[in-house]
């Protein structure tokens, strides 16, 4: 492919891209309903509807937390991603390392695809929400979708 | 060597303006929808793809001739009907690459590329791997060569097939005419296909003609209850195409270096996605087994009010 084709194409590629964006824009940010039923989409073995997940939002409705209560173990986080739910199922926290950033809380998941996933919210429910995950006994991990 | 066009690279500008044909569709109308990133991303790794293949063509190209001019049975010549024949048997060995595309790891390295985004329209048919030169699929095109199809026509067949693809990544067109959808690949089969909901998992693999899934076996339609969820079981948390073109292959890449003995090691690259010694992840089968399990307890009544499959979004 000639250079010239190649930036051309990169060219039309962003307008199609820009034009996408200007007719689709993304509107719907996380709300707990939508947590909770996307959550219910990428984990289906748990059953939500008699003990539904507490869920913590961060303040930019981009991520949120869902912890099961019924459930000793493992937590969900849900972010958006465009338009879309990317939903990740943790079935230990210890699996993940949770650190206080500057303005909320910092999972990092060791996934290639979504390394790090940032959650900014007030301190206090920052702390309520590390005394939530980490308080809880752990047992053995939950089996993973492929 | 016969110089043939190359259809996909003609049909581009075509691409191009039946995307924005659908996405003003789908503006004025509902009927189909698309994001700006996950275009940006879908179109990117299109480009990307076709450098990719460009790179690696001179290799196929190579051994292609090389076979058909040494062990080719019969000399087919270039008739019309020797395009016609090619073109059947193309798209047969076309649904069984595609099929092994999802049930052995080493080539779902290289085609989770074209599942990996949550929306269906035109611009997901562009999303293509570009790693396929990778993986072991040019050796389900070697028995045309063997049978003495000349591989420029091969080629130029396979070309005509993608570009007949890239109409039925749309979900603006709900069904085709009774006899079409009985005879041809349709939006509403290829939706399907691109399902994650358990009960369309691993189905309609064809390129063009649905005889294939009905023969074989992998043929599932589209349920008027059951809408399509698109995307894969656990869908990608990124729009970066050099994250998105390799991330199974490093998956892979981990799950080897990891594993315990050499049958483990070549059952992370032949068995289906999912697999692992101990179960600790699913394949397709398992997730359609766990959901037919669930499915079973809700019928027979033990659990009520179980809304984990509400189609989210």
Redesign the interface.
């Known amino acids: ?1 000639p250079f010239t084709q ?1 930036i051309g ?2 060219i ?3 307008i ?9 824009p ?1 509107k719907n940010k996380l709300t707990k309903e ?1 947590v909770i ?2 959550v ?11 003990a539904p997940p507490l869920v913590y939002l961060s303040e930019n409705n981009a991520t949120a937390v869902a912890v099961f209560p019924n459930r000793s173990d493992g937590f969900a986080i849900a ?1 958006a ?6 939903v ?1 199922e943790i079935p230990d926290a210890k699996l993940v390392t949770i650190t206080k950033s500057e303005n909320g809380l910092s999972f990092n998941l060791g ?4 390394p790090t ?1 940032e959650i900014q919210m007030p301190a206090d429910q920052r702390q309520a929400l590390i005394s939530k995950l980490t308080s809880r006994p752990s047992e053995k ?1 939950e ?4 | 060597m016969l110089d043939l066009l190359a259809p996909t690279q003609l049909a581009v500008p075509a691409f191009t303006i039946l995307i924005l044909a659908e996405m003003i569709i789908g503006w004025k109308s509902g009927r189909a929808r698309y994001e700006g990133k996950d275009t940006m991303t879908s179109m990117l790794m299109g480009l990307g793809s076709t450098v990719a293949g460009a790179l690696s063509a001179a290799f196929f190209i190579g051994v292609s001739y090389w076979v058909w001019q040494n062990f080719g049975i019969f000399d087919m010549g270039t008739a019309l009907w020797v395009f016609a024949l090619a073109f059947v048997l193309d798209d047969l060995a076309y649904y069984w690459i595609h099929r092994m595309g999802h049930r052995m790891r080493w080539m779902w390295a290289a085609h989770v590329i074209h599942h990996s985004s949550q929306h269906y329209n035109l611009s997901t048919a562009l999303r293509q791997t570009w790693t396929g030169a990778f993986t072991p699929g040019i050796l389900f095109k070697m028995p045309l060569f063997l049978l003495g199809i000349e591989p420029a026509i091969v080629f130029f067949v396979a070309g005509i097939n993608l570009v007949y693809q890239f109409w039925i990544h749309t979900e603006a067109i709900d069904k085709m005419p009774r006899w079409f959808e009985y005879i041809f690949n349709t939006p509403s089969h290829h939706r399907v296909h691109h399902a994650n909901n358990p009960r369309y998992l691993d189905a309609n693999y064809a390129g063009v003609f649905m005889a294939w899934d009905r023969m074989f076996g992998s043929f599932i339609p589209e349920r008027k209850d059951e809408a399509c969820r698109y995307g894969l079981v656990t869908d990608l948390g990124t729009f970066n195409p050099l994250r998105v073109a390799v991330h199974e292959w490093l998956g892979i890449f981990k799950d080897i270096w990891s594993a315990k003995d050499w049958k483990h090691k070549v059952l992370f690259l032949l068995a289906p996605p999912g697999w692992t010694p101990d179960g600790s992840r699913m394949t397709s089968d398992m997730i359609r087994a766990a959901w037919l399990e669930r499915e079973a307890i809700k019928k027979s009544g033990k659990v009520t009010g179980d809304k984990n499959t509400i189609a989210a979004e």
Do not use: K
Request: proline share 6%; glycine share 2%.
């Open positions: 492919m190649f194409s990169l039309a590629v962003a199609v891209a820009l034009i996408a964006a200007r007719l689709f993304t939508r039923n996307n219910a989409r990428y984990c289906p073995h748990i059953n939500l509807a008699s972010s991603l465009g338009d879309r739910v990317v990740r996934d290639f695809t979504q996933i991990p089996p993973a979708h492929a």
